[in-house]
C-alpha cells in the first residue's frame, strides 16, 4: 500500500508559468517531507523540505506548501524554466520510526518553449 | 564537496552471472542504501544498512544480496543475473538518524544495468 502518492505521472507547463506538482500521503506519523529532482542518468537530488510543523517553506523559485488536514502537500516552481524537466519524487519520513524515507512514483515535469 | 560514488554508469552482463554493484561514500554516513528505479514504479528500497556488517531487507530483495564490510562502502550483488533485473540502481547514505535531517539521502549519479 503506497504511503506517499504522486497521482500525476506526468504534468506539462509553458515556460515562464507555475508549475504545481501534488503530492498526497496516507501516515499521519509522517512529520518531515521532501521533494527530489531528478535528471536522467543521475541520481536524485535533494531540492526542498517542510517540517509538519510548518505550512510552507520557500527557497528561491520553489515553495512547498503543507497541508496536514487534508495530508496533501505541494511543490510550486514559479517561473519555470527549462532546466525544472526532470522527474520530481515527493517523500516522507518518521522521526520516530525507522528512519527510513518513504518515496512517491514521480511525476515527469516537461517545461515547454 | 560531499559524495557518494558509483563505480560503474553503464553495465551489460549476461544472464546467469553474477554482478557486483558498488557503492562508497565519503560523508562518515551511518546508513546507506540501495535502490532501483523503474518507468513507473518509482524508487524501490532493495536492501540498506545502518552499521557496519549490518543489513535489512526492503522492499524487493528477491534476487538481491549486499555487503558492507566497511562504513564508507556498500555493495549490491545479484546473484544470478536475471532480465527482469535490467533497471537504474542508486546507491544513499545518510547520516544517523536521517529522517531528523533537512535533506535526507545523498544520492549517487547511478548505475544503468542491461541484462541480456
Known amino acids: 500500500d503506497q504511503q506517499v502518492k504522486q497521482n500525476s505521472p506526468s504534468l506539462s507547463v509553458q515556460e515562464g508559468r507555475i508549475s504545481i506538482l501534488n503530492c498526497d500521503y496516507t501516515?499521519?506519523?509522517?512529520?518531515?517531507f521532501l521533494w527530489y529532482k531528478k535528471y536522467p542518468a543521475e541520481g536524485p537530488t535533494f531540492l526542498i523540505s517542510?517540517?509538519?510543523?510548518?505550512d510552507k517553506n520557500e527557497d528561491g523559485r520553489f515553495t512547498v506548501f503543507l497541508n496536514k488536514s487534508a495530508k496533501h502537500l505541494s511543490l510550486h516552481i514559479v517561473p519555470s524554466q527549462p532546466g525544472d524537466s526532470a522527474v520530481y519524487f515527493c517523500?516522507?519520513?518518521?522521526?520516530?520510526?525507522?528512519?527510513?524515507?518513504?518515496f512517491g512514483k514521480g511525476t515527469r515535469l516537461h517545461i515547454l518553449p | 564537496d560531499v559524495k557518494v560514488t558509483q563505480s560503474s554508469r553503464y553495465l551489460v552482463k549476461r544472464t546467469g552471472e553474477k554482478v557486483f554493484l558498488e557503492c562508497v561514500q565519503d560523508m562518515d554516513h551511518e546508513n546507506m542504501f540501495w535502490y532501483r528505479q523503474d518507468p513507473g514504479l518509482g524508487l524501490r528500497l532493495i536492501y540498506f544498512?545502518?552499521?557496519?556488517?549490518?543489513?535489512e531487507k526492503g522492499d524487493i530483495p528477491e534476487g538481491y544480496s549486499v555487503s558492507r564490510e566497511k562504513k564508507e562502502r556498500f555493495s549490491l550483488i545479484l546473484e544470478s543475473a536475471s532480465t527482469n533485473q535490467t533497471s537504474m540502481y542508486l546507491c544513499a547514505s545518510s547520516p544517523a538518524e536521517s529522517t531528523s535531517s533537512s535533506y535526507g539521502y545523498t544520492f549517487g549519479s547511478g548505475t544503468r544495468l542491461t541484462v541480456v
Open positions: 517542510i517540517s509538519s510543523i510548518k
Open positions: 501516515n499521519s506519523m509522517f512529520d518531515y
Open positions: 517523500a516522507a519520513s518518521d522521526v520516530g520510526g525507522d528512519d527510513k524515507i518513504i
Open positions: 544498512s545502518y552499521d557496519v556488517k549490518m543489513k
